[in-house]
């Protein structure tokens, strides 16, 4: 070796023989217990039990469409929207209306709300207290607020803001 030449690990491995090559393949694992013959004299509780209730699924689904096939067309739209939203499907969007019909809407509900509050208390007497004495004396008892004990200040107008 000449003093210009430096050894590295791959230079130092060239030199080196070579070892044998070994190649390694991937077999897969195969199990050694063999199936067990299915018996057809006994059944399977388990199978049998899923078998049941996916059947009364599918007669459930099959009742609710029956039922909804005697519907007229706009009870029949109600009804799958309702079994949708009852699978787990999001309810539809309120429909477009109107702005001056909905106002006029909720005018008609508001003015219904009023005269059945108005025919409900017709059996009913409000007896209030009338009394200016009666009036002053709850002013006084009443607490407005926090600071009520401190009082309110009061300025004079006539002398402006300082």
Known sequence: MSIDFVPTRASLLKGAPESEYEEVSFVAYKSKKKPKAEQPNEPTKKSSDKETEFNMRKAKYEIMKFGMSGFDPEKKEEAKI??????GAKPPKNKYKNYKQL??????EK?????????QQLGKNVVGKST?????FDRKRRKEGILDIYGKIVRDKTKGPK
Do not use: C, D, N, V
């Open 132 to 136: 200016a004495k009666g009036k002053s």
């Open 82 to 87: 309702r079994q949708l939203i009852s699978l």
């Open 111 to 119: 003015q219904k709300q009023e005269s059945e509050q108005k025919f």
């Open 103 to 108: 106002m006029a809407e909720r005018k008609l």
